[in-house]
């Protein structure tokens, strides 16, 4: 889908003010037109590409899991407003379809011509919306970021893609970074159990074997049963696995219960669809993989 292109003259004449801090953007007297992000890992992007010409509004902020998040009155009005809208488009933030009313017009799928997964078992018909948990498939998202931007802000479209060049070497040096991390880990300990299948990404790209997750399903709106728990660790203990990973927007019991009975480690803190707190280290996408992996690599050594 394309982006609807606005006036230089008038774009020019709103652009101005200075750059918004949080998620929800717009900062009294900031005139730019808003550009609006479904989640925070599509909000850090827009950031990382816009830089200070453009005013990002979040609809599921930080911390929030986009799985079950509800569109507030205040995101209905974000998204009336918005010049551009940047959304995932892979079922994640379906949240996003009930306030479009038909304005198709406005809205980016950042994903596109991203190599998608299936699931497994019943979902194998369904794509896996994670796609930024491998940092090539961010490359992917940067670049359509940037060629939206540069749509929407033709004065501004070399910066735009100069941006999305530099954050993509970034990409690159953290997927360098990632590697070796990944590779200091014993091969027969490179196992993942997840809270829900949200890694897929990040252990096809890296060489881990994915075991099972506590959730079997891509969506945390899936509820696991006791025969799924109990199947899930026999598994655990036949293949010696090391860890369970919990994600930090997700209710961690049920995964540290699993940790519990079968005697192995529990790292609660992963981030699967959201980002880290400002200051955090893991309030950037780069900065959220390579969170992740150092606390992977940490559990399963």
Known sequence: MKASLLSIA???????AA?????????????????????????ALVRAV??????????????????EYELTAENLRQVERAKVILRNGIGLDAFLDKALKGSQERVVIVTDGVGLRRGEGGEAKESDP?????PLNVKVMVENIAGALAKFDPARADVYRQNAKTYGQKLDDVDGQIQQLIESIPAASRKMV?????????????????????????????????????????????D??????AESSIDPKIAQQIAKDTGVKIVDDLYGDTLGKAGSGADTVDGMLLTNARKIAEALR
Not at 130 to 134: I, K, M, S
Not at 240 to 245: E, N
Request: aromatic share 6%.
């Open 240 to 245: 010696r696995v090391k860890a369970v990973f």
């Open 130 to 134: 994670h796609v930024w948990q491998n």
């Open 50 to 67: 816009g830089g200070e010409q453009v005013r990002v509004e979040v609809l599921a902020p930080s911390g929030v899991d986009p799985h």
């Open 194 to 238: 997840t809270n829900h299948d949200a890694f897929g990404y990040f252990i096809e790209r890296y060489g881990l074997t994915f075991v099972g997750a506590v959730i079997p399903s891509m969506t945390t709106q899936a509820e696991p049963s006791a025969k799924d728990s109990a199947a899930l660790e026999d598994t655990i203990r036949r």
């Open 10 to 16: 008038a774009l020019l004449g709103v652009m101005t």
């Open 19 to 43: 750059c918004g801090g949080g998620d929800s953007g717009g900062a009294d007297g900031d005139t730019r037109p808003p550009v609006v992000a479904t989640t925070a890992i599509i909000g």
